[in-house]
């Protein structure tokens, strides 16, 4: 089991370079776009939590975290800025996160 982001990640890639979704059987395709989607989406919220707290040290400005996040996301800087905003949201409801 991967214990770090970083092995993790390695672990994704691996998995990723040798994914066919031609060998995936047909009644199984859904819960596998479901899947990813739902890994995407966690680790999307990881990158704008990350961003969200770069942005508020010393770290780095808003500007930068924006622009991190955009480039790590592959979205526009208005798409990651809005993300950016709701992590902070969420970061200042800790029921919430």
Known sequence: MCET???????????AARFDAALVPPAQLAQVLSDAGTIEKMFANIAAECAAHMAGTSAGSVREAVSGLARASGTSLAEAAKALEAAKQIEAQPDVA
């Open 5 to 15: 982001l970083a092995g993790l990640k390695q672990a994704c890639s691996a998995f």
